[in-house]
Nanobody, 121 residues
């Protein structure tokens, strides 16, 4: 199994910054992609950004140029640096770890419990 823990959420003013962390532990060998998703009450979970095992990054249009996803391999941690925050970025942010072919958990997804980001106008 893979354990996923997010941290770093909080309250920021519009135009401000926050950095979220996603720490993966357990059977982390063979991770394919780590992604960030967000969800607001009554809405479906939305994909925000992802980082592949080959260090390719992808972003939803609404955050491209403002958010940056990166990793610290030594700590098995992925970060989401969020700059120029907008009130519409307010959401619960979830980290997803998708396992690849090299893993005993090939094809499985592991989720954290989320961290709340609130952006005030």
């Amino acid at each position: 199994q893979v354990q996923v823990v997010e941290s770093g959420g909080g309250v920021a003013q519009a135009g401000g910054s926050l950095r979220l962390s996603c720490a993966a532990s357990g059977s982390t060998f063979g991770i394919s992609t780590i992604g960030w998703y967000r969800q607001t009450p009554g809405k479906q979970r939305e994909w925000v950004a992802s980082l592949t095992s080959s260090d390719r990054t992808h972003y939803v249009d609404s955050v491209r140029g403002r958010f940056t996803i990166s990793r610290d391999n030594a700590r098995d941690t992925v970060y989401l640096q969020m700059n120029s925050l907008k009130p519409e970025d307010t959401a619960e942010y979830f980290c997803n770890v998708h396992m690849g072919a090299a893993s005993n958990y090939n094809g499985m997804d592991f989720w954290g419990k989320g961290t709340l980001v609130t952006v005030s106008s």
